[in-house]
């Protein structure tokens, strides 16, 4: 079974910056995408970013593009979103997700981690 665990996140200003993990094992990744998604309290589950596990495609949503960028370390089977000029709007959970396809849509994904809490003040 495939396990993925998120970390970094944390508390900050507006306009700060975090760097959200995620670490997979499991199985190999080649030919699979990992995906972050978020959720405020009482919205639904939103994709945020994807990234091929060769780090070759990647996919973000209109509300973070030029502010987030995925990446993935295949050595150290993590991937990163590195998020900068964070907003109050960006408050959520973040949670990674593995899917077999590249899809912005919560179903194509598989395997969840278990979340992570990014809180921006303003």
């Known amino acids: 079974q495939v396990q993925l665990v998120e970390s970094g996140g944390g508390l900050v200003q507006a306009g700060g910056s975090l760097r959200l993990s995620c670490a997979a094992s499991?199985?190999?990744?080649?030919?699979?995408?990992m995906g972050w998604f978020r959720q405020a309290p009482g919205k639904e589950r939103e994709f945020v970013a994807t990234?091929?596990?060769?780090?070759?495609?990647?996919l973000y949503a209109d509300s973070v593009k030029g502010r987030f960028t995925i990446s993935v370390n295949n050595r150290l089977n993590t991937v990163y979103l590195q998020m900068n000029s964070l907003k109050p709007e960006d408050t959520a959970v973040y949670y990674c997700?593995?899917?077999?396809?590249?899809?912005?849509?919560?179903?194509?994904?598989?395997?969840w981690g278990q979340g992570t809490q990014v809180t921006v003040s303003s």
């Open positions: 997700a593995l899917s077999d396809r590249i899809s912005t849509m919560t179903y194509a994904y598989d395997y």
């Open positions: 499991g199985r190999t990744f080649s030919r699979y995408t």
């Open positions: 990234i091929s596990w060769s780090g070759i495609s990647t």
